[in-house]
């Protein structure tokens, strides 16, 4: 038994020897035949260079986030040309980054652009180095742009002002920043970027408003409209001024003295600025810019005035035609001058705002010009109405023209104040004989002018008085009216204010006596003199005092000569119930409804008055 297994033992172990030799004598050939293993490959890291350094290429830094974390790089360029892109930093896997780099690098630079396709496999290393290398051109591009010139403008914004800067660059808007501003900060926000942004990609500030932030918007187009004239403005000046001749003219404008300088080059008109001027500027201005620049276009000083603004106007043709003289362009035109001598009138009127004055230039009997020279119009409405109304007064030689649709109380009162203009000059032409009369008015002395013409009353005025101006400057303005309209003195007086136009009265009938156009009237003497009694009582607002005038027991006259009414009850009350009282010849009259306090304050001191004559 133990025999049987030594046998096994021994033929299991001769077989595995046996397997062993052929296993070693097969390797030992097969090497024989292909030589010693070759040793591993070791990768070799991986450099981007550029193709040849460039002595003089500007060196730009630009990073982005890669697949492990920042990668930097460094792009060369030379005259807006890319010559080498060098990644100098990163913490990508060495698989990763080698494929990507220099295979990236290298499309970037034959395309000259980052629009390139990322390496496959290594999509995210590949993003990243076009990133860094975007990055680092918009460095470039910044760099190129602080040489821009930078313009400021401002406008006013729905909280106050607000500040924009304007960077250009050969005529390109290459940004826009607001650099202050008052805004409500929901309203800057909506309005901020977007308006920039549109106008840079317009190229203008023709662009829509920011929906909800209108105001904001339009003061962001307004401020960069401003830089932009600076832009328009800067560079013309020094060619004009190289050029021609320059010669400088004076003339009298409306506030005084206005210079231009002209320039001149072989008889040309190059140019026409004023220098130097006192007028007034939101009235004058479309003048002193239009009226220049239609003597350029003409070459010749004989061009339209601009309506409303007529004697600056003509001030800048007449200083320009001496300036032209003296360049020995033109000869003297004497016309210019007597159209610059024009007889001036000033006539004023209450507009929508206050006080509106104009100046009306005549020439033989014709308007010539028409210029507002003082108002407190709302812009808007004297915009619209200035200078339409002027010009369409001027081609109908009349005021009965339409006022401005949407100005009509700044049209009208542009009209009455011509009117009022034309009526000085009327009188300034007219030349009568003056004739001085003189009457005891309530509060004193009343003098007054009568201008006669061949026996005609031309007109009647109120040089001096003494009377007290709130309840008798109707009566003031009303009766010399009425003198000149019937041609005579004896006219009615104003009920509520007897003494004052009895006064007027008398005065003018001393003066038409002077002037030998009428006797003496005894019964105008006795109606002067009659006996004046006064009387109080208590009103809506406080005491009101009138006198009562009476002759042979009959009331001829009341009149109120201080009171506290409210003007509306004070006008509705005076003068209907002093009539009522004079032709009842009794304070037993009814009241005037809506005044009824005041109406019984008028009765009761007209009947404290009676009890003084009874008395």
Not at 123 to 139: F, G, H, I, P, Q
Not at 162 to 167: G, I, P, R, T
Not at 580 to 598: K, L, Y
């Amino acid at each position: 038994m133990n025999m049987n297994k030594e046998n096994l033992y021994s033929s299991v172990l001769f077989i595995a020897l046996l397997v062993l030799a052929l296993i070693m004598a097969y390797g030992i050939e097969d090497y024989r035949i292909a030589g010693p293993p070759e040793e591993p490959e070791v990768e070799e890291e991986v450099v981007v260079e550029p193709d040849e350094p460039v002595e003089d290429a500007e060196i730009y830094t630009g990073s982005a986030e890669g697949f492990g974390g920042e990668l930097v790089v460094e792009v060369s360029l030379e005259e807006d040309e890319i010559v080498g892109i060098e990644v100098i930093e990163h913490q990508e896997t060495d698989d990763y980054f080698a494929d990507a780099v220099p295979e990236v690098p290298e499309r970037i630079i034959k395309a000259q652009s980052t629009d390139v396709d990322a390496v496959s496999g290594a999509t995210e290393t590949s993003e990243a180095v076009k990133a860094a290398v975007d990055a680092a051109l918009a460095e470039a591009e910044i760099d190129e742009e602080v040489e821009a010139e930078v313009y400021t403008g401002s406008a006013e914004g729905y909280g106050g002002e607000l500040v924009v800067e304007v960077s250009a660059e050969n005529d390109t808007i290459t940004a826009v920043e607001i650099v202050e501003h008052q805004e409500t900060e929901s309203f800057f926000e909506d309005a901020v970027p977007e308006m920039p942004d549109r106008i840079l990609e317009a190229q203008s500030t023709e662009v829509d408003a920011v929906s909800g932030a209108t105001e904001t918007s339009e003061a962001i187009m307004a401020a960069v409209d401003e830089a932009l004239a600076g832009i328009d403005t800067e560079p013309e000046e020094e060619p004009e001024l190289d050029e021609g001749e320059i010669y400088e003219g004076t003339a009298e404008g409306y506030g005084g003295e206005l210079t231009v300088e002209v320039t001149v080059d072989e008889d040309e008109i190059l140019d026409v600025v004023v220098v130097e001027h006192v007028e007034t500027e939101d009235l004058a201005e479309p003048a002193l810019e239009e009226v220049p620049e239609s003597i350029v276009a003409s070459q010749s000083i004989d061009v339209d005035a601009v309506s409303g603004v007529t004697v600056t106007s003509e001030a800048i043709m007449a200083a320009a035609e001496e300036a032209l003289i003296e360049a020995g362009v033109i000869d003297e035109d004497p016309e210019v001058e007597e159209e610059v001598d024009a007889e001036i009138y000033t006539g004023s009127a209450e507009g929508f705002g206050g006080e509106l004055v104009v100046e009306v230039s005549l020439e033989e009997d014709e308007i010539v010009g028409i210029e507002v020279i003082e108002h407190q119009e709302t812009d808007d409405y004297f915009a619209d109405a200035v200078p339409e109304v002027p010009e369409r007064i001027m081609e109908a030689q009349s005021t009965d023209v339409d006022a401005v649709s949407g100005a009509t109380e700044t049209s009208e009162a542009v009209k009455a104040a011509v009117d009022a203009a034309l009526a000085e000059a009327e009188i300034d032409e007219v030349a009568g004989e003056i004739y001085q009369g003189t009457a005891e008015g309530y509060g004193g002395e009343l003098q007054l002018e009568v201008e006669v013409k061949e026996g005609e009353i031309l007109d009647v005025r109120i040089i001096e008085h003494e009377e007290h101006e709130e309840t008798a400057d109707y009566t003031l303005e009303e009766l010399p009216e009425r003198i000149v309209a019937a041609q005579s003195h004896d006219v009615d007086g104003i009920s509520g204010v007897t003494v004052t136009s009895e006064a007027i009265m008398a005065a003018a009938e001393e003066a038409l006596n002077e002037a030998g156009l009428i006797d003496e009237d005894p019964e105008v003497e006795e109606e002067v003199d009659a006996e004046t009694y006064t009387g109080s009582a208590e009103g809506y607002g406080g005491e009101l005092v009138l006198e009562v005038s009476l002759e042979n027991d009959e009331i001829i006259g009341i009149e109120i000569i201080d009171h506290l009414e409210t003007e509306n009850f004070f006008e509705d009350a005076v003068p209907e119930m002093p009539e009522r009282i004079i032709e009842a010849q009794s304070t037993e009259v009814d009241t005037v409804s809506g005044a009824t306090e005041t109406s019984e304050a008028i009765i009761s001191a007209v009947e404290e008055a009676l009890e003084a004559v009874a008395e």
